[in-house]
């Protein structure tokens, strides 16, 4: 694990737990080498009525052409928030490369929650998302995002047909394994998935804290990595990924200014 190298591609906030600063702290904790790329400086998080979002796309592009001349590797890559559609078209190129030579790419599809997109993210994103699913080995949207990315109304709740109809229309972009976070299925809160590894589709419940924290899909995400890495499979992955978010907002679910996230580097030691 110590020699895996890791890059993680999404933005980094001054003001906030999400995205980098949430993701970076729980990989390095779990011990891998990580290296990042900023996708844009983010003032603080998008839960304030007001933000900044400076545009990195000219570094995304020098960065990536430069460590391709010095003939930097990475065993994986994840993807997650990218704010133009020129930037995103150099990360998926470069993403798509470096999957013909085997490394692993997560993405994570930031776009919306809740029914609706981000404050600050075009309808354009959409498409251009779908563009990275094309070499995605792992695919991590939440409902919403993936109803988004498959044209499929958003309702309240789903049936079980209905959300494996859901898991494999993402599949059909090109995701290998897909997680889906967020869904309700047939009242319960669930996450749904597929694993390319094993061929199986799976179903996990889990009891929802009704308190909002920016950035705990980022944490999901970074502890799923974390653990498929490692050689558990994708199932186990996303039960410890589950687990390891619902105690962070247990923990936290009392703090007073929630839009900041979690304050993660306090509780590495419980994931």
């Not at 980094?12 to 996708?39: E, Q």
């Not at 010095?70 to 990218?82: M, N, P, Q, R, V």
């Amino acid at each position: 694990m110590k020699n895996t190298q890791l890059l993680l591609i999404n933005d980094m906030c001054g003001y906030g737990k999400v995205a980098l600063s949430a993701m970076l702290p729980v990989l390095s904790h779990m011990g891998y080498r990580i290296h990042n790329l900023p996708t844009a400086l983010v003032s603080d998080t998008l839960n304030y009525p007001k933000f900044y979002i400076h545009d990195t796309t000219e570094y995304v592009r020098q960065s990536l052409a430069i460590w391709e001349e010095l003939g930097f590797e990475f065993d994986a890559i994840s993807t997650g928030f990218i704010v133009t559609e020129e930037e995103t078209r150099i990360i998926s190129d470069f993403c798509h490369r470096r999957a013909q030579k085997g490394t692993k790419v997560f993405v994570d599809p930031i776009m919306g929650d809740n029914g609706k997109l981000y404050a600050g993210v075009p309808e354009s994103t959409i498409g251009l998302m779908r563009s990275l699913l094309e070499c995605a080995d792992y695919a991590v949207p939440n409902y919403t995002e993936a109803c988004l990315l498959t044209d499929t109304p958003i309702a309240e709740q789903i049936t079980p047909d209905e959300g494996r109809a859901l898991v494999d229309a993402v599949r059909a972009l090109g995701a290998k394994s897909v997680v889906i976070t967020s869904a309700v299925v047939d009242g319960a809160n669930v996450v749904i998935g597929y694993d390319h590894v094993a061929g199986e589709h799976f179903t996990i419940p889990f009891d929802l804290i009704p308190v909002y924290f920016p950035g705990t899909g980022d944490i999901f995400s970074a502890i799923l990595i974390g653990h498929i890495l490692n050689g558990t499979p994708l199932e186990a992955s996303t039960r410890r990924a589950m687990d390891g978010v619902y105690t962070l907002i247990d923990h936290n679910k009392d703090n007073e200014d929630k839009n900041r996230g979690i304050p993660v580097e306090q509780f590495l030691s419980l994931l």
